[in-house]
């Protein structure tokens, strides 16, 4: 997929010191320019992770947001994604990191690991699956089924990013 800027924002592809890259050799997509947001609302760490100061603008305080997005410039001067940075995945219009799913699941004290991915067995119906394996640790603490997993989740997580299967091997 290729694009370009919408008007009073700019996009850099940047290697890990800030150093924008050749046409053709891939690095981190940024933005900047008046629509780039402040950060994340009650979010500090985040922000300062995701937006940081913009070498390029000439106007002091103006900040770049890190997307994640593994890019590259075209010979076109076409942007062209190529994959993420992290394992961020998006599945019914939200971006959810597989990760922050399974920590949760291996706080269930009858978790011993977890790993969510993203199945999509009819073409464009992604949806999160969870395989968990039953804790060797917690002995006498049978492997929860399905129900009880997902009414650990929703305690601690939005509802969009609740797994829509539960794959349970002992």
Same mark, same amino acid.
Not at 58 to 78: F, I, M
């Given at each position: 997929?290729?694009?370009?800027?919408?008007?009073?924002? !700019?996009?850099?592809?940047?290697?890990?010191? @800030?150093?924008? /890259?050749?046409?053709?050799?891939?690095?981190?997509?940024? #933005?900047?320019?008046?629509?780039?947001?402040?950060?994340?609302?009650?979010?500090?760490?985040?922000?300062?992770?995701?937006?940081?100061?913009?070498?390029?603008?000439? +106007?002091?305080?103006?900040?770049?947001?890190?997307?994640? %997005?593994?890019?590259?410039?075209?010979?076109?001067?076409? #942007?062209?994604? !190529?994959?993420? #940075? %992290?394992?961020?995945? &998006?599945?019914?219009?939200?971006?959810?990191?597989?990760?922050?799913?399974?920590? /949760?699941?291996?706080?269930? $004290?009858?978790?011993?690991?977890?790993?969510?991915?993203?199945?999509?067995?009819?073409?464009?119906? &992604?949806?999160?699956?969870?395989?968990? /394996?039953?804790?060797? /640790? =917690? +002995?006498?603490?049978?492997? $929860?089924? =399905? +129900?009880? @997993?997902?009414?650990?989740?929703?305690?601690?997580?939005?509802?969009?990013?609740? $797994?829509? =299967?539960?794959?349970?091997?002992?």
């Amino acid at each position: 997929v290729g694009g370009r800027p919408i008007a009073n924002t !700019q996009m850099w592809v940047l290697d890990g010191n @800030l150093e924008p /890259v050749p046409v053709g050799v891939t690095g981190e997509l940024y #933005i900047g320019g008046t629509g780039v947001a402040r950060g994340y609302w009650g979010r500090p760490e985040l922000t300062a992770e995701k937006f940081v100061p913009d070498p390029f603008a000439g +106007q002091p305080g103006s900040r770049l947001y890190r997307t994640g %997005d593994v890019v590259r410039y075209r010979a076109d001067g076409e #942007i062209e994604f !190529q994959g993420r #940075i %992290d394992q961020q995945v &998006k599945v019914r219009g939200y971006r959810i990191e597989p990760g922050e799913i399974e920590s /949760v699941l291996e706080g269930h $004290p009858g978790v011993g690991e977890a790993v969510v991915t993203v199945r999509e067995d009819r073409p464009g119906e &992604k949806r999160l699956v969870a395989y968990v /394996v039953a804790s060797m /640790v =917690a +002995q006498g603490v049978p492997l $929860p089924g =399905a +129900q009880e @997993l997902r009414a650990h989740l929703q305690e601690l997580l939005p509802a969009y990013m609740l $797994p829509a =299967a539960y794959v349970l091997l002992e």
